[in-house]
C-alpha cells in the first residue's frame, strides 16, 4: 500500500543523533552498535517467510513454525532447547488438522503461541496462493487436488507432545490474526482473506463468528476492500479483545454481551501516523500493527505499521496516546517511513514484564548514499538488503534505546523479518531468510541478551 502523503516527522527526532536515550539525552552513536546473531539449521531447506509464528513457553523452549509454500509440503512446527542446543521437529501442520495430501496444504501459521493450561494454542494459514489481477488469493487447486479445507485452531500438548484439533475457521478461510483469553477459555481471531472476526469457547466448543469487519477484506482492490489487522489484544481480567480496520475505528469484543462493536469517541487516525487511503493496497492503514497488553496499568501498548510509532490505549477512558517514534535511530535521523511498508510484527514484552522489544528496520547508506530505505531514489540498488535494529523501550520510565543492526556471524544482515520471541534468559529469537551454500531458508535465528534500555 503505498501513503498519498508522508508522516508528520517532529524536529526533536529528526535533530537526535545517536541511538540511545535517557530522555532526549544522547549517549552512544549509530556507527558503534552492532549485534551478532546465531543462525540454526531446523532440517527444513523449503522454509518460507513465516509472520509471527514464534514463542517462548513456560518450559523455557522456543516453538516455532516454519512455513511452506509448496502445494505438496505443509508448514513444520519445531522446539528449541536453549539449555541442550537441540532443534527438536514437533510435527506437519497438515497433519496435525487430520488432513490428507491431495488438497491444498496448512502451509502457514501467522500467528504466536498463546499458552493455557500446558497447552500451546494457535492456528494455520494457507501458504498456497494464486495470483490474480497482481494479487495473491485463495490458491486454484491444479488438477487432481482439492481447494484449501480452511485454517484450523490447534492446541499442542507441552507433557503429552500431542496435537489437538479445535475448529476450523469460518468459511474455510485462512487464519490471519489469533489471540486468546486463557482465563476464560476464549480464542479470538480474523480470517483472511475476508476479515471475518470470529470467537471460539474451549467448554462448550462452539465456534460464533460476527461477519467481515474490514469491508470485503483483501480480496480486492476497489473501495469496497480494507486491510486486515494482523493483532488482536486481549485484556484477561473481562475477556474483552480488541482489533482495528485500516479506516482507525477501533473495535472491541465484549464478553458480557458476546457482541462486537466500536468503541466511540477515540480511533487511529493521527497526524503521527501519516495520511493513508484505507482502500489502497501495499500498506496497513490506519490499523495497529502489532499490539499487547500490559497488566500494570491496564493498557494496551502497540506500534503503528510504516509510521513506526508506538502508543498506548486506554480502552476505558478511553484514550489513545502517542508516545515516541520507536524505529531505529538512523530511520529517525532520516526521518523517513521504513522500507517495509506494513511495519514490523517483531513487538513483544519481554520477560521482565516490562521491557517492549522491537525488531524494526532502518536505511542502509552505501558512500553517503542512502540505497535501503522507504523513499530512496536507489531503491533497485537495494533489492535483498535490509538493516534489522533491535530496539527496547521500558514502560515505566519510558526509556529508548536502540542496541544496534544485527549481522549473521558470515556478515549477511537478516531478510524479511517479522517475528519475534524472548526467551526467559532474555535473549531475543526471531525467524530469518539465511542464505548458506547457495540456497536460501527461513529459520531461526538467536541474539544472545539479555537487553534493557536501563542502565
Request: aromatic share 12%; glycine share 12%; net charge neutral.
Amino acid at each position: 500500500m503505498k501513503t498519498i502523503s508522508t508522516a508528520i516527522v517532529l524536529a526533536s527526532l529528526a535533530l537526535t543523533s545517536s541511538t540511545a536515550f535517557t530522555g532526549f539525552a544522547a549517549e552512544v552513536p549509530v556507527a558503534e552498535k552492532r549485534l551478532t546473531a546465531r543462525t540454526f539449521n531446523s532440517g527444513f531447506s523449503q522454509a518460507h517467510d513465516t509472520y509471527n509464528g514464534i514463542s517462548c513457553a513456560s518450559d523455557g523452549r522456543i516453538y516455532y513454525v516454519l512455513s511452506s509454500e509448496s502445494i505438496d509440503v505443509g508448514a513444520k512446527m519445531f522446539s528449541y532447547e536453549p539449555k541442550t542446543g537441540v532443534v527438536d521437529p514437533l510435527g506437519d501442520l497438515t497433519e496435525a488438522c487430520g488432513e490428507k495430501a491431495k488438497s491444498i496444504p496448512q502451509g502457514k501459521s501467522h500467528v504466536s503461541f498463546v499458552e493455557s493450561n500446558g497447552k500451546l494454542y494457535f492456528a494455520s494459514h494457507i501458504g498456497y496462493y494464486s495470483i490474480v489481477d497482481g494479487m495473491e488469493t485463495m490458491g486454484i487447486p491444479p488438477a487432481g487436488y482439492q481447494a484449501y479445507p480452511g485454517g484450523h485452531l490447534l492446541a499442542y500438548d507441552l507433557a503429552a507432545r500431542r496435537f489437538e484439533d479445535l475448529a476450523i475457521a469460518p468459511q474455510r478461510e485462512g487464519v490471519l490474526a489469533m489471540n486468546m483469553d486463557g482465563r476464560h477459555g476464549r480464542i479470538f481471531g480474523l480470517t483472511w482473506p475476508s476479515g471475518i472476526f470470529f470467537r471460539y469457547d474451549l467448554s462448550t466448543r462452539n465456534l460464533k463468528e460476527f461477519g467481515a469487519m474490514a469491508g470485503l477484506g483483501e480480496g480486492g482492490k476497489d473501495k469496497q476492500y480494507h486491510t486486515i489487522c494482523r493483532s488482536i489484544a486481549v485484556n484477561p481480567e473481562d475477556g474483552s479483545a480488541y482489533f482495528t480496520i485500516s479506516t482507525g475505528a477501533i473495535l472491541k469484543y465484549s464478553a458480557g454481551t458476546d457482541q462486537v462493536e466500536k468503541i466511540p469517541g477515540e480511533d487511529m487516525v493521527k497526524d503521527y501516523f501519516g495520511i493513508y487511503d484505507p482502500h489502497s493496497p501495499g500498506h496497513m492503514g490506519y490499523n495497529w500493527r502489532q499490539v499487547v497488553w500490559y497488566a500494570p496499568d491496564k493498557r494496551i501498548y502497540g506500534v503503528h505499521g510504516n509510521s513506526g510509532y508506538l502508543f498506548r490505549f486506554d480502552a476505558a477512558a478511553p484514550r489513545l496516546e502517542v508516545l515516541e517514534r520507536l524505529t531505529s535511530g538512523p530511520s529517525k535521523l532520516s526521518g523517513m517511513f521504513d522500507q517495509f511498508s506494513y511495519g514490523y510484527l517483531g513487538f513483544t514484552l519481554g520477560p521482565d514484564g516490562r521491557t517492549l522489544h522491537y525488531l524494526t528496520g532502518g536505511p542502509i547508506y552505501v558512500n553517503g548514499r542512502r540505497v535501503a530505505g522507504k523513499s530512496s531514489t536507489a531503491m533497485g540498488e537495494a533489492k535483498g538488503l535490509e538493516n534489522l535494529h533491535l530496539v527496547t523501550y521500558d514502560i515505566p520510565t519510558g526509556q529508548y534505546c536502540d542496541h544496534g543492526a544485527i549481522f549473521f556471524e558470515n556478515g549477511d544482515r537478516p531478510l524479511y523479518v517479522n517475528s519475534i520471541a524472548v526467551g526467559k534468559d532474555g535473549s531475543v529469537y526471531f525467524l530469518s531468510r539465511i542464505t548458506e551454500q547457495g540456497r536460501t531458508r527461513t529459520d531461526l535465528v538467536c541474539v544472545k541478551g539479555p537487553f534493557s534500555g536501563l542502565k
